[in-house]
């Protein structure tokens, strides 16, 4: 569209829909009008791709965190600039949008990594589909109250959703034992960037099915008539906030089984209907399992087949060769497993499917070590692993790990069934569009095309030694540092001064991630400076985002912690000249997009072995950040692409971790260490006030209590950790520091979702 035909269009649509112009229209009505101007724009060329293929991918993901649209879709089809100066000549900043929910229809990183992951798929041409949940609520809005998290409900279409279409007949009809829902498919465009190729991002919403009660209306039965109501559509209410372990409730399985099956039965009519034999189904259709969350599609689609016809044996092996599963685990206890009694009284024919598979793989493996049900418990990885051809990790040491330890038995037999693919994320959201003023220096030093080539990037390496490359890298930070110090002072009233060191931690509070350490570090700093310990301590903000898992006790208990520790030391005038302290409110997508640019220091500091990937540190990565982190995850292959030393590496080692554990004594090491005692001792000698809840004890007694003391090694790894802490608080503002800042973008090559695709499509989906 040229600006007169986009401009009329905007213009027709507010007077259509909202009798409005683009003068007196609401911020949300030009938005409506806006995005829907783009929908049209792209009709064509999303008609054409939904046929184009012979062979299309489905993403099965209980999650897809978007976050906003609007910017990202504009910038893909190569018109943000022009709307947005198309725009301002009438007189409106298209820049208000912000103020529009985004979409967080995920919990944290495996939810990103799928909306990641289509975009690159579009990005790169490969028939990529998303098929996921509707939630009408999504992740919970973060506020706090005198430092506490409050959760509160995410009304994420509050301002319309102009970037869906509803298939009303496309719905389809999931059964359970006790009653049966419409899953009604709402269609999203995933634009490729340079708008070639359109993908189809489809959410099932759950209604009553069937039309309106008349009979029970008559009668007066308006309670009944609710209650159906509300019953089916509470089954993609919500979204469930916990991001690890999954509680074996009855909704969460309807939920897995509801999205599953809608999207399975989805698949096969659109086979049918092109007239081809169930039997080549895979000729057609790839799969994969983001996580164990939709495998109840593989008995699904064994169901479905048999009912056309083909038998038990010959309708498993279509599976297999259809599935393929990403785990995003190491720790065996948190796989996920059902009730089989409850998945035999929800889903009888599902449970006689899992039974059969059962069966034939005590027959295949009669010594019992290989089982898919074992004491009336399904575990759904297995059922993935069994039933399906490939089995990914999500970075080398992961699924290192997972092939000697998690799914060692497995592996034995299986060899060919696992590889790695390292998680990758998009560099148009992520560099490109959250990072304009540092896109627009590595175009002038390497020219245009990176955004969709990124190993590009590796022709910057050179200027690592230019110093007034490396300065304009600098004064690129400080804009950025300028810029979010600006909008936080805004949102969370709290003062950073961009002079100072940023050092982010932004991520879910979990134990394992160890925000805990992160906050004994900065008490750490401020006992130091107020002694006169730290006279050559660089000042330093301590930027924390990060949701709790409303039922997570102790991290709830962190998050009180890091605002108490906020508290104290923004408003002592001895320290907060050198030190800050802020935890941001709701952390999401759209504050990452400010954060991760502003960003001096990427904390990655999990125990070593316990997170998967990490995608957070490669958004820091990319915007030409230093990793503060152990040898976990992707974090070792941030630093085999940019070179260790640019990096600032502690701790125990996963084979490390393995030998401490044998005989691990936290108090020895509280008691021996007065300055990490006393600063372990604040979370209950008086120090801070969590308002009798009790909430220090408990993160206190985590420390210390019962068999899984200190579970992730907060005590053992403090000193290590202050000790690299301190040296970059050193090295920072130095030539070599500022070069490292510029090898980071430099070597972020490898962590574009494109690769990850692309490796996806060659070592599993064979297209
Ligand atoms: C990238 C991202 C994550 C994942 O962060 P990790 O550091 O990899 O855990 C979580 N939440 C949001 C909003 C993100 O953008």
């Not at 054409?48 to 993403?59: I, L």
């Not at 805004?490 to 003062?495: A, D, H, I, L």
């Not at 985590?702 to 992730?712: E, N, Q, R, V």
Request: charged share 30%; proline share 3%.
């Amino acid at each position: 569209m040229n600006k007169e035909e986009w401009m009329n269009t905007v213009e027709t649509l507010l007077k259509a829909n909202d009798g409005a112009s683009l003068e007196t229209a609401t911020v949300p009505e030009v938005y409506r009008a806006v995005s829907r101007a783009a929908m049209a724009d792209i009709y064509d060329t999303w008609e054409s791709c939904k046929k184009s293929s012979k062979k299309r991918v489905g993403y099965l993901s209980a999650e897809f965190l978007v976050g906003r649209a609007v910017f990202s879709n504009l910038y893909n089809l190569g018109i943000l600039g022009e709307v947005r100066d198309w725009m301002k000549e009438r007189g409106f900043d298209i820049s208000s949008f912000e103020e529009i929910e985004d979409a967080a229809l995920g919990n944290g990183g495996l939810g990103r990594l799928a909306a990641c992951y289509l975009e690159s798929g579009a990005t790169v041409s490969i028939p990529l589909d998303g098929y996921g949940i509707r939630y009408r609520y999504g992740l919970f809005r973060q506020e706090f109250e005198n430092g506490f998290q409050r959760e509160a409900a995410d009304d994420w279409q509050r301002c319309g959703d102009p970037w869906s279409y509803r298939r009303e007949d496309e719905s389809v009809l999931v059964e359970f034992s006790d009653f049966a829902v419409r899953a009604v498919p709402y269609d999203m465009p995933v634009i490729g960037y340079g708008g070639k190729t359109i993908n189809t991002l489809r959410l099932w919403q759950s209604e009553q099915p069937g039309s309106f009660d008349f009979a029970a209306f008559d009668s007066m039965q308006i309670d009944k008539i609710a209650k159906d109501n509300v019953r089916c559509e509470s089954i993609s209410y919500a979204l469930y906030p916990n991001d690890s372990t999954e509680k074996g409730r009855i909704l969460r399985l309807r939920q897995e089984y509801f999205f599953a099956s809608a999207s399975v039965q989805d698949l096969i009519r659109k086979h049918k209907q092109k007239g081809l034999p169930i039997e080549k189904i895979n000729e057609h259709i790839s799969l994969q399992l983001n996580d164990t969350h939709p495998v109840f599609a593989i008995p699904e689609f064994i169901r479905l087949v048999m009912k056309e016809g083909l038998k038990f044996e010959k309708a498993f092996l279509l599976a297999r060769s259809v599935f393929n599963f990403t785990n995003h685990t190491i720790l065996g206890e948190a796989l996920e497993r059902l009730d089989m009694k409850r998945v035999r009284k929800l889903l009888p024919e599902i449970a006689r499917i899992l039974t059969k598979m059962q069966a034939r793989i005590e027959k295949e493996f009669p010594s019992g070590k290989l089982f898919l049900i074992k004491d009336e418990t399904v575990h759904m990885a297995n059922v993935a692993i069994y039933a399906g051809n490939k089995v990914n990790g999500v970075a080398a040491l992961h699924t290192e790990i997972l092939k000697e330890s998690t799914f060692r038995d497995w592996y034995e037999v299986y060899p060919e069934k696992f590889l790695n693919v390292t998680n990758g994320v998009t560099p148009r959201r992520w560099l490109a569009l959250c990072n304009p003023e540092l896109s627009a220096l590595i175009t002038e030093k390497i020219g245009d095309g990176w955004q969709a080539d990124l190993e590009r990037l590796k022709e910057l390496e050179k200027y690592a030694d230019d110093p007034e490359v490396r300065h304009a890298f600098a004064e690129i930070k400080y804009l950025k540092k300028q810029q979010l110090s600006e909008y936080v002072l805004k949102r969370e009233g709290v003062e950073l001064p961009p002079e100072f060191i940023f050092d982010v931690q932004a991520k879910r509070l979990h134990e394992y991630k160890r925000q805990l350490m992160n906050a004994f570090s900065i008490l750490y700093y401020y006992f130091r400076i107020k002694e006169g310990k730290e006279p050559n301590f660089k000042p330093t903000a301590f930027i924390f985002g990060a949701k709790a898992a409303p039922a997570y006790w102790n991290a709830k208990g962190v998050i009180k912690f890091i605002n108490a520790i906020a508290d104290k030391v923004n408003n002592d005038p001895e320290v907060n000249d050198k030190l800050r302290v802020v935890f941001v409110t709701d952390y999401n997508v759209s504050y990452a997009e400010k954060i991760m640019p502003a960003a001096d220091i990427s904390e990655q500091i999990s125990m070593a072995g316990m997170e998967a990937s990490g995608t957070g540190n490669m958004k820091f990565m990319l915007n030409g950040t230093v990793t503060l982190g152990t040898m976990d995850g992707a974090n070792v292959e941030i630093c085999e692409e940019a070179g260790r030393e640019n990096e600032y590496i502690f701790g125990a080692t996963v084979e490390e971790v393995k030998e401490i554990k044998k005989n691990y004594n936290p108090r020895e090491i509280y008691n021996s260490d007065p300055e990490l005692k006393r600063i372990v001792d604040t979370l209950d000698d008086g120090t801070f006030d969590d308002q009798g809840s009790g909430m220090f004890r408990s993160v206190k007694e985590s420390l210390f209590g019962g068999w899984s003391a200190d579970h992730y090694l907060v005590l053992k790894d403090f000193r290590d950790y202050v000790r690299v802490k301190s040296e970059l608080n050193r090295d920072y503002g130095s030539e070599e520091f500022f070069a490292k800042c510029v090898r980071n973008t430099a070597n972020g090559g490898k962590f574009s979702s494109d690769r990850s695709i692309l490796d996806y499509a060659k070592n599993v989906w064979n297209l």
